[in-house]
């Protein structure tokens, strides 16, 4: 069994930085894939952040590059996510969560589901960017 927890949520003003942490507990060798997700008031959960455990690329939505910068900490088995420039629209509860699948990491349309289906999730952490 694998646990995640987030952590690091706060609310921050436009421009401001924040650095979340998801630390990992279980059998997180035994995972190929990492994401940092967001769910926003009334939208669906996407997928901002794509990190493959096995050849360490990492891969984030168009709307993030530049600005948050995801890492890890094997031997502490914690992944972060540095945010900055932050903006109103970044708002919302940011996630992580791990999955093993044969072929590494889900791509394309089916990412959330992938995880949803054989992934282990955090509860979540607030992100709220007051203009």
């Known amino acids: 069994q694998v646990k995640v927890e987030e952590s690091g949520g706060a609310s921050v003003q436009t421009g401001g930085s924040l650095r979340l942490s998801c630390v990992a507990s279980g059998s997180i060798d035994s995972m190929s894939c990492m994401g940092w997700f967001r769910q926003a008031p009334g939208k669906e959960r996407v997928a901002i952040v794509i990190n493959s455990l096995g050849d360490g690329s990492i891969s984030y939505a168009e709307y993030v590059k530049g600005r948050f910068t995801a890492s890890q900490d094997s031997a502490k088995k914690t992944y972060y996510l540095q945010m900055n420039n932050l903006k109103p629209e970044d708002t919302a509860k940011y996630y992580c969560?791990?999955?093993?699948?044969?072929?590494?990491?889900?791509?394309?349309?089916?990412?959330?589901?992938?995880?949803?289906?054989?992934?282990?999730w955090g509860q979540g952490t607030q992100v709220t960017v007051s203009s």
């Open positions: 969560a791990v999955v093993s699948l044969l072929w590494g990491c889900p791509i394309g349309s089916t990412v959330v589901k992938d995880f949803d289906d054989f992934g282990f």
